[in-house]
């Protein structure tokens, strides 16, 4: 529930810009985030970890932060590991779902192992067959480095001989780089709020949002600087299939121990309407071009309204927090 007493919340920092390759969504975002709770008479303030160090974070005393970092250093479990350590309450996932979630090839992973449907992959190294990796998946497909997001280095191939430089280009943002079944179909992606637990505070979704980007190409400037991406929230799909993409995603969130908030994306195959579950975001985008916003809106919640239910839920680890009783 939403603390009615702005007081309550105590001392407020914004975690933004950080360090990865987002940082500048990252400061969009968290400028949104800090705007949003100073209108609600909250005593908020930015920090920027890309610019300050840990030594001043910890200075600052605060009571909870809300976490707008996106990216690796802030989104991966790195700032949780550090949060959990200094004691302060931070909004979104644990420092575990966190690192999971960053992580594309594990997370496909976890979502395979619990008969959760997401595309086919193949981990690429430099030597790599792209031969039988091309049959196996059948072009085209889609690589990208396993941690980062906002379809940094990603590429779509059509052609085996494009993979080894598509393969090049995403491992100049990770060493870890996979190869992902192309679903030809609908872009979706869903919000989820809540924690992924059964329960009177279980994850709830938010309203589908159907993505029609310029000729299929969601690409970071479709993303955040352009409005040519047109968006349907909700979508016009039948109910019946709205309830399955909603059942999946909150499996989805729930098998990864994710909390507070949360953005999944899946494609809807055109051929037989089956959604498959693409990634997990636990840091998604707040500013004004951003998708969860968007959801809520649909129902009725306005940003500040969505920006203080998150802070709401800002905490520590359960195990953590036992931890320190201990001692």
């Known amino acids: 529930m939403i603390a009615l007493n702005p007081k309550e919340f105590g001392k407020v920092g914004v975690l933004m810009g950080g360090r990865s390759a987002e940082r500048e969504i990252s400061l969009m975002s968290g400028n949104g985030v800090l705007g949003a709770l100073l209108s609600r008479n909250i005593d908020a303030h930015a920090f920027d970890t890309g610019m300050n160090d840990l030594s001043a974070l910890a200075a600052q005393k605060f009571d909870r932060v809300f976490i707008t970092l996106h990216g690796r250093y802030g989104e991966d479990g790195t700032m949780q590991g550090v949060l959990e350590h200094l004691g302060i309450p931070y909004t979104g996932s644990s420092v575990l779902a966190s690192a999971l979630a960053m992580d594309k090839e594990m997370t496909k992973r976890v979502w395979m192992n619990e008969g959760l449907s997401t595309p086919r992959f193949h981990m690429l190294k430099s030597d790599s ?6 049959h196996d ?3 085209p497909v889609i690589v990208k480095p396993s941690r980062e997001g906002s379809t940094i280095g990603l590429t779509k191939v059509t052609n085996v001989s494009q993979l080894c430089k598509a393969y090049e280009n995403a491992a100049a943002f990770d060493t870890n780089v996979l190869a992902e079944e192309f679903i030809d179909g609908d872009e979706l992606t869903v919000p989820v709020l809540g924690v992924g637990t059964e329960g009177a505070s279980a994850a709830r979704s938010l309203p589908i949002i159907r993505i029609l980007a310029p000729d299929g190409d969601y690409s970071y400037q479709n993303k955040y600087f352009k409005d040519d991406t047109r968006y349907e929230c909700p979508p016009p799909l039948s109910m019946c299939l709205q309830e399955e993409v909603q059942r999946l995603v909150l499996q989805a969130y729930r098998v990864l121990g994710c909390r507070g908030w949360g953005r ?4 809807l195959r055109k051929r037989d309407n089956k959604p498959y579950l693409l990634e997990m975001n636990t840091s998604p985008g707040m500013t004004g071009h951003s998708l ?3 959801s809520a809106r649909a129902v009725g919640l306005s940003y500040e309204d969505l920006v203080l239910e998150i802070l709401s ?3 520590l680890d359960l195990y953590m927090n036992t931890l320190g009783k201990l001692q």
Do not use: Y
């Open 129 to 134: 067959n792209w031969d039988a990796i091309a």
């Open 137 to 139: 998946l059948c072009l």
């Open 264 to 267: 999944i994306d899946l494609m």
């Open 292 to 294: 969860v916003p968007m």
């Open 313 to 315: 839920t800002a905490t």
